[in-house]
């Protein structure tokens, strides 16, 4: 009776083990799933050879790239995928007055293809950022001539319905070249959705607002701290959220600086930064996103520069110590992204007519050239996964 009980121990702790391996070779499998191959979209500017936005393949593997197609738009300067890579969405900025459009096309993952759906008035000229909810229910764009925000809903089937709210900025600031009147540069969502940050590089100011996505009419209302006070001359410009604390940082375009705000309870400003080691002007600062883990932050810079800065972020308190500069190998480095598995980092040089690949150093955050592709102006880069 004794040995039977003890063979049966043993018989479940053999099982056991089989079970805990098992598990461990299926927690494995699926970390090891993530896509590496993913659609690529670029959108840009169509004075010169580019026509709207074209379609690639890349995989994040080897840093390979394939076309598949293109879809002819104007001014197609900034992009967003909505309802699971069903739809995509862009402004068009082409009208310095209240004319400005966004437009909506319809994607096949199959294919890779778009196919125009509708265009929609904004109620604002010159429009350069677009966002669209989790739900693909609300569109957001930032009109950087009219100095608005414009709310728009969505239908089911992907269209741009009416525009149901305008938030008309007001004000200027101290650089009398860029800064007599508003220019929204930026309406972004909080990781949470809870809230939308609208930057503008005219007034010196960071709006934000409510978000209700329930309310058919009126979705967005000031918040009760509704405005951050940048400093003067700064030209706020893009804002990146730390994927999982809660910190945001902007760059300005003006003064080339980050700022590191702690959000958790209010806003307070913990660190700003430069984005170069040199006092040289014009540094054109554009763009601002983190490695997938948190880890790095990564800017870009124009103007004389031409260079992606590196901070390594402290882990505890967010803030960013300098490591390096990479150059673009190109002018004008508009837009960038860094692909979901931290693999490589691709640069849009609007005035170079070129998309660049760098492989990132996941411990160092270092980037390394390994290639690019030509295309007309680009200045928005987005990926969707390939399933």
Known sequence: MVVAFFVTLRQIAIAMRILFT???????AVVFSQSTNY???????????????????????????????????????????????????????????????????SFNKTTGTLTLLNQALLGGG????????????????????SGSVSVLNLKKDGFIDTLKQLFQHTGSSVNVQRQKEP????????????QLFTNDLGTDKINIYNFNPANKNTPFTPAVDSVIFSVAGNGPRHTAFHPTQ???????????????????????????????????LDKGSSDIHFSPDGKFLYATNRGNYNNIVIYSVDAINGTLKYIGLEPTKGKTPRNFIIDPTGNFLLVANQNSDSVIIFKR????????YTGQFETGNPSCLKLLAIE
């Open 22 to 28: 098992s598990f461990l070779l299926l927690v494995v």
């Open 39 to 105: 659609y690529l979209f670029v959108g840009g500017y169509t004075a010169g050879k580019n026509e709207g936005i074209s379609v690639y393949k890349f995989n994040a593997t080897d840093g390979t790239v394939q076309f598949v197609s293109k879809v002819k738009s104007d001014n197609p300067s900034y992009l967003a995928i909505g309802a699971n890579g069903k739809y995509l969405y862009s402004v068009n900025e082409a009208n310095k007055v209240r004319k400005g459009t966004a437009t909506a096309f």
């Open 126 to 145: 010159g429009p350069c950022y677009i966002s669209v909810d989790k739900a693909n229910k609300w569109l957001v764009t930032a009109n950087y001539f």
């Open 183 to 194: 220019h929204a540069h930026m309406a972004i969502f909080s990781p949470d959705e809870k």
């Open 246 to 280: 809660k910190l945001m940082y902007v760059i300005n375009e003006l003064s080339g600086t980050i700022d590191v705000f702690d959000y958790k309870k209010g806003i307070r400003n913990v660190q700003t930064i430069s984005t170069d080691t040199s006092n040289r």
């Open 361 to 368: 150093d996941k411990t160092t955050g270092l980037l390394t």
